[in-house]
């Protein structure tokens, strides 16, 4: 097949782009100007279309002869974001894909969403029948996910052949989110943390990458589907990650520690410019919003079979420990 990639230097954009390769499959990587990422892709067979999510002629020039689209860009930050340019890499951006994708001749498009799109399900756990209940949203990219989610099932229904994947927490060993968490842990430099009760979804790139091809090879347009091997909390992840890799999980420290220092580093964030760790919407994210899913709807329609959530952390820990050594050797 010939394939289109948005975010193709992204964690999950290069992740999808070896796969496809791995397969026989050709690649278009559709890869900014300014990606700092780009070495993701050195030294792969790829065709690199260099520019930008709204660049509408651009993008329609180069899906003339392209079986598959797969849509994985994507602006993901929380706290004190930029939210213009949220906005016009995740809505403007999708309606962008599906304007171009519609004079295209493409048989499947796949867009990358996020589990995030159903809201805050106070801890229930929900499948992809679920009908979003919080009327506000809880941050910029909660917002922009899902007005581009309605984008994209305004275009399903106006028959473009979309299917929609729903990722949870993407983990991995190169995972630029939490991976460097893991590594301060695993150095003893993470001692304490906040929000041990706090529900975690997880799955592995590379599970959700297949996934997401698995949708393009059998579902029939319209389809959601979410991706996650299952959850847990915090507390529980440090437990199996502090268990493979012989370190003692980190303090929890005390709510009102975390909402306080929350406050403070939020107002010196307004006041500089600067995105902290910690803020109050990190801090509403850590306490107050759960989002519990059940990915088994993938399993049964698209014979998927991700590793499971303590597989995915513990082959993490093996993987940098083995990166320790061998740095440490050489």
Same mark, same amino acid.
């Given at each position: 097949?010939?394939?289109?990639?948005?975010?193709?230097?992204?964690?999950?954009?290069?992740?999808?782009?070896?796969?496809? #390769?791995?397969?026989?499959?050709?690649?278009?990587? #559709?890869?900014?100007? !300014? /990606?700092?990422?780009?070495?993701?892709? /050195?030294?792969?067979?790829?065709?690199?279309?260099?520019?930008?999510?709204? &660049?509408?002629?651009?993008?329609?020039? $180069?899906?003339?002869?392209?079986?598959?689209?797969?849509?994985?860009?994507?602006?993901?930050?929380?706290?004190?974001? &930029?939210?213009?340019?949220?906005?016009?890499?995740?809505?403007?951006?999708?309606?962008?894909?599906?304007?171009?994708?519609?004079?295209?001749?493409?048989?499947?498009?796949?867009?990358?969403?996020?589990?995030?799109?159903?809201?805050?399900?106070?801890?229930?756990?929900?499948?992809?029948?679920?009908?979003?209940?919080?009327? !506000?949203?809880?941050?910029?990219?909660?917002?922009?996910?899902?007005?581009?989610?309605?984008?994209?099932?305004?275009?399903?229904?106006?028959?473009?052949?979309?299917?929609?994947?729903?990722?949870?927490?993407?983990?991995?060993?190169? &995972?630029? $989110?939490?991976?460097?968490?893991?590594?301060?842990?695993?150095?003893?430099?993470?001692?304490?943390?906040?929000?041990?009760?706090?529900?975690?979804?997880?799955?592995?790139?590379?599970?959700?990458? &297949?996934?997401?091809?698995?949708?393009?090879?059998?579902?029939?347009?319209?389809? $959601?589907?979410?991706?996650?091997?299952?959850?847990?909390?915090?507390?529980?992840?440090?437990?199996?990650?502090?268990?493979?890799?012989?370190?003692?999980?980190?303090?929890?420290?005390?709510?009102?520690?975390?909402?306080?220092?929350?406050?403070?580093?939020?107002?010196?964030?307004?006041?500089?410019?600067? !995105?902290?760790?910690?803020?109050?919407?990190?801090?509403?994210?850590?306490? *107050?919003?759960?989002?519990?899913?059940?990915?088994?709807?993938?399993?049964?329609?698209?014979?998927?079979?991700?590793?499971?959530? *303590?597989?995915?952390?513990?082959?993490?820990?093996?993987?940098? #420990?083995?990166?320790?050594?061998?740095?440490? /050797? /050489?």
């Amino acid at each position: 097949m010939k394939t289109f990639v948005t975010g193709a230097t992204g964690f999950t954009g290069s992740h999808l782009v070896r796969r496809l #390769l791995a397969q026989g499959h050709t690649v278009k990587a #559709l890869v900014r100007p !300014n /990606s700092k990422n780009r070495t993701r892709l /050195s030294g792969l067979d790829v065709e690199v279309v260099e520019g930008e999510i709204t &660049d509408l002629e651009l993008i329609c020039s $180069h899906l003339t002869d392209v079986d598959w689209l797969f849509h994985t860009a994507a602006f993901v930050e929380l706290g004190l974001v &930029d939210d213009a340019l949220m906005e016009q890499t995740n809505v403007d951006g999708t309606r962008t894909l599906l304007e171009a994708a519609k004079t295209a001749t493409i048989s499947k498009l796949i867009y990358c969403s996020t589990i995030g799109i159903y809201g805050d399900t106070q801890g229930q756990t929900i499948d992809e029948t679920f009908q979003r209940t919080q009327k !506000n949203f809880s941050s910029a990219y909660d917002r922009t996910k899902y007005t581009a989610q309605q984008l994209v099932n305004r275009a399903a229904d106006q028959g473009l052949p979309v299917v929609s994947v729903m990722p949870s927490g993407i983990f991995g060993a190169d &995972d630029p $989110h939490f991976g460097p968490v893991i590594e301060n842990f695993l150095k003893g430099k993470l001692t304490v943390w906040a929000g041990g009760d706090r529900i975690t979804g997880i799955v592995h790139v590379d599970d959700l990458v &297949d996934g997401m091809i698995r949708a393009a090879e059998k579902s029939p347009p319209g389809e $959601h589907y979410i991706l996650s091997a299952g959850d847990l909390t915090t507390r529980e992840m440090f437990a199996i990650l502090g268990d493979a890799g012989g370190v003692a999980p980190p303090r929890e420290l005390p709510q009102p520690v975390v909402r306080f220092s929350g406050n403070v580093l939020d107002t010196v964030g307004r006041l500089t410019g600067w !995105n902290p760790p910690l803020s109050r919407e990190r801090v509403h994210y850590i306490y *107050e919003r759960c989002v519990r899913v059940d990915g088994s709807k993938a399993q049964r329609v698209l014979g998927w079979q991700p590793r499971s959530v *303590e597989q995915t952390l513990r082959e993490i820990v093996a993987h940098k #420990l083995n990166q320790t050594t061998a740095t440490s /050797s /050489s």
